[in-house]
C-alpha cells in the first residue's frame, strides 16, 4: 500500500484524476432525482467503462446498465451485472460473442432499427439456439440513429420481432442527443417532454398494433437531470452524470466545481512573448474533444486548476498537440508566469469526460485531501 | 497461425488496418529524398508507437529515433534502438526514468528551452551520477514552445547547459509546426528554408560564443519532405509520414492512395431521410481530430473508402459519438442506400494518423490482397 500514501502533488504526469467524493455526489444527486420521479435509473457503463465506478449505484443489480461495446458488457458481465442493454444498432458480425454472454446467463439486450438487421439477428439466434431480447431504436430528435417516429416502419418492424421465434419484442428504446446542445435549462426540459413523448407514442402505436411494448427507455444525462415527468416511461438512462465535464456545465446541467474528473499535468514552459504556459499534457491525454466550441464559452481543451481542483481566472487550454498542452488566459491577456514555474502541478477540468477518460487504462483515485487513495482499473477498446 | 488465414472482410469492427506496402513505400520515399539531400533521418516513433514498425527504417541504427513519451524511450530501448532524443520540454519529474535508461546503456538526449530546467536538470544529473546530453528548442515558427531565435536566453542557456559538469550541451533542435498549416508546396518549402536558416543561425550563434552545437536537428513531414536544401543540418525529425494521413493530403504532401493507415468500419444503418449510414465507428476509432476542419476541403471525421481501400466518391464521416460514425457526401446530396447494405465493410481514411492510432492498441496489417498478413502491437500511454 506504500504507493497510496503519496499525494497528487508527487504523481508523474499526465494522469487522470479522480474526485471519489464528487463522484458520489453526482450518482447519489441523479439517483435521488429520478428516484423522486418515481422512474429506475440504468446508468450507462461507456463513460466510466469502470466495475469499481458502476458498484457505486445502488440500484445497479435491480436495474441493470447500458454499454456501448460488446467489450463493456462482457466485463461488465465479469463483474456480475447480468441484465445490459448494448445500446448500439446491432451488426450481425457481433452477435456471436453477444450469444456466448446469453449462453453463460447474461440478460442482454441489443437495439435495431431495420428489418435488415432484424432478419440477421433472427437467422443467426435460430441457428446459435438464443433467443435475442431486442428493443427499437426511435429517433426521437433527428440526432443520430433510430426509426423516426411517424415511420410506419416501426409497427412492421415490430410485428416482425414480435412473431420472430428467437427474438423477444421488448419496447422502444430512444436518446435525446440533441439535448446536448441546449440553449437552456427550459430548452432541456423541452427535450426531456419531446423525448418522453416520442417514446411513449410510440409504445402506444405498437400496443394498439397488439405488439408487446413492457420497455420504454429514455435518456441522455441533460434530459434525465432535468426532466419531471417520466409517465409512461419504464427507465432512464444517462452516463455523463457520473463524472460531469465542462460541456454540461456550460449547458447549465452541473458546475464546474461538480466535475469528478480531471488531468493532473505539470508546467514544462514557458513562452513569455505570446503569455503562454507549456505543459506536458496535450491531445493524447485531453483527447481531442472541443465540444465547448459550440457554446457560449469555449473553453479550448480544458480549464485549468490549481492541484486543489479550484478554477484559475479565466486560465484554458487553448492549443493541444500530441505531449504538449499550451495555457492562456481565454480573454489573451497577461498571465504572472512567476506562479507557473517548471514543475507546477496543475489540474484541467475536461470538455467531455467520455472522450478525456478514455485517454486513460486507469483512474487514480483523490478527495478533498489531495491523498492518492487508490486506482482503478477502465477498459478501452473493442476486444 | 490460423488467425492470420483470414481477409478483412470477417474481421469484427472497428479494427485499425496497416497496409505494409505503403507504408514501405512512404518510408523508402522519405529515406531517398532526405538521401538526396544528404541528410540523415531520425524518425519520430510516437506516429507508429511500434517497434515493428520503426523497424522499417534502413537508419535507425545509425542515427537512432525521436519520441514524445518516456514510455516510447523505455519500449524502443527494450526493442534495441539506443540513440533516443525525447523531443517534449523535460520536466523534472521525467528524469529519473531517463537516468534510469541511461545507466542502461541508452543514450537519451532531452530538450529544454529555460534556465529553470537546465538548473533542475543540472541538479538531478548531479545527484545521480549521471551526464546528460541536452539540445536547446529553439522556436522556429511561434508555433508551439522554444526559444524565439533573437532572444538572447539562447547565448546564456548555452553557457550555462556548456559549463555545468552533468549537462553535455549537443546543440538546437526546432520543429517547423506551422507548416502543417501550409496554403501551398511553395509555401511549405519556404516553411523549410525558415526553419533551417533559423536552427543553423541559432547554431552559428552559439559557435561564435564558443558554446559547441553538434547537432543542429529540424524536422516536421512537410518541411522534410519538401526542404531541398539541409545546408548546417545535422539530421531530420518526422513522424506522420510514415502512415500519411488526410491533413497531409490536404496540403499536398501526399495523395489520399498514399495513406496506409484506415480504420474498417460495418454499416449498422441507415437513415434515409437524412441520406445519412450510420457506422459502428464514432471517435473512440477514429478520434476527435478535426484536423482537416481549416483546410481547403473539411473531410469530417474521414474519408470513407470501400474495402479495398478506394475512395468512394465524395463519402465523407460527417459526423460522430461514442460509438456511431455517421456518414454522408460531402455535398449533402443523396446516396444510393442499395450499396451500403447493413453489414457492408468500408475502410475510413484518418484525418491525423497519430490521434486515430492512438486509439488502438494494435494494428491488424494487410497488403492489397486484403488478407490479413499480420498484427504488430502499439503502445500508448505514459507508464
Known amino acids: 500500500m506504500k504507493e497510496y500514501r503519496t499525494t497528487l502533488q508527487s504523481l508523474e504526469t499526465p494522469e487522470l484524476i479522480l474526485d471519489t467524493?464528487?463522484?458520489?455526489?453526482?450518482?447519489s444527486r441523479m439517483e435521488r432525482h429520478l428516484s423522486s420521479c418515481k422512474v429506475p435509473l440504468r446508468p450507462h457503463g461507456k463513460t466510466a467503462k469502470s466495475m469499481e465506478v458502476m458498484r457505486?449505484?445502488?440500484?445497479?443489480?435491480?436495474?441493470?446498465?447500458?454499454?456501448?461495446?460488446v467489450k463493456e458488457a462482457e466485463y461488465y458481465f465479469a463483474g456480475g451485472i447480468r441484465d445490459i442493454i448494448y445500446a448500439v444498432g446491432i451488426a450481425p458480425d457481433k452477435l456471436p460473442r453477444i450469444f456466448s454472454l446469453i449462453s453463460r446467463g447474461a440478460e442482454i439486450t441489443v437495439i435495431l432499427d431495420s428489418l435488415a438487421q432484424a432478419e440477421a439477428a433472427a437467422e443467426e439466434a435460430k441457428s446459435a439456439g438464443v433467443s435475442l431480447p431486442v428493443l427499437i431504436e426511435l429517433d426521437a430528435d433527428g440526432s443520430r440513429s433510430g426509426i423516426a417516429p411517424e415511420d410506419l416502419l416501426l409497427i412492421r418492424l415490430g410485428s416482425y420481432i414480435h412473431n420472430a421465434s428467437c427474438l423477444e419484442m421488448q419496447g422502444i428504446l430512444t436518446h435525446a442527443g440533441s439535448s446536448y446542445f441546449s440553449g437552456s435549462i427550459d430548452e432541456i426540459k423541452r427535450a426531456a417532454e419531446l423525448e418522453r413523448l416520442q417514446a411513449v407514442s410510440a409504445s402506444v402505436?405498437?400496443?394498439e398494433a397488439e405488439i408487446p411494448c413492457p420497455v420504454v427507455s429514455v435518456g441522455s444525462t441533460p434530459t434525465a437531470a432535468f426532466g419531471t415527468s417520466f409517465q409512461g416511461v419504464t427507465e432512464v438512462r444517462a452516463g455523463v452524470f457520473i463524472f460531469q465535464d465542462l460541456v454540461m456545465a456550460g449547458i447549465g446541467v452541473c458546475t464546474p466545481e461538480q466535475i469528478a474528473l480531471s488531468i493532473l499535468t505539470t508546467v514544462i514552459g514557458h513562452k513569455h512573448d505570446k503569455q503562454r504556459i507549456i505543459t506536458d499534457s496535450g491531445w493524447t491525454a485531453l483527447s481531442r474533444d472541443r465540444g465547448t466550441a459550440v457554446q457560449a464559452v469555449d473553453q479550448g481543451y480544458g480549464v485549468v486548476c490549481d492541484i486543489t481542483g479550484g478554477v484559475i481566472g479565466d486560465l484554458i487550454v487553448s492549443a493541444a498537440s500530441q505531449e504538449h498542452g499550451i495555457i492562456t488566459r481565454r480573454s489573451g491577456g497577461r498571465i504572472d508566469m512567476e506562479c507557473f514555474p517548471v514543475g507546477r502541478k496543475l489540474r484541467i477540468l475536461?470538455?467531455?469526460?467520455?472522450a478525456t477518460a478514455a485517454?486513460?487504462?486507469?483512474?487514480?483515485?483523490?478527495?478533498?485531501?489531495?491523498?492518492?487513495?487508490?486506482?482503478?482499473?477502465?477498459?478501452?477498446?473493442?476486444r
Chains 1, 2 share one sequence.
Open 21 to 27: 467524493e464528487k463522484l458520489s455526489r453526482n450518482i
Open 350 to 354: 475536461p470538455n467531455h469526460a467520455c
Open 359 to 382: 485517454c486513460f487504462d486507469r483512474y487514480t483515485l483523490t478527495d478533498h485531501t489531495l491523498a492518492v487513495t487508490g486506482r482503478w482499473e477502465r477498459i478501452n477498446g473493442w
Open 56 to 69: 457505486r449505484f445502488g440500484g445497479m443489480q435491480q436495474h441493470g446498465i447500458t454499454v456501448s461495446t
Open 205 to 207: 402505436k405498437l400496443k
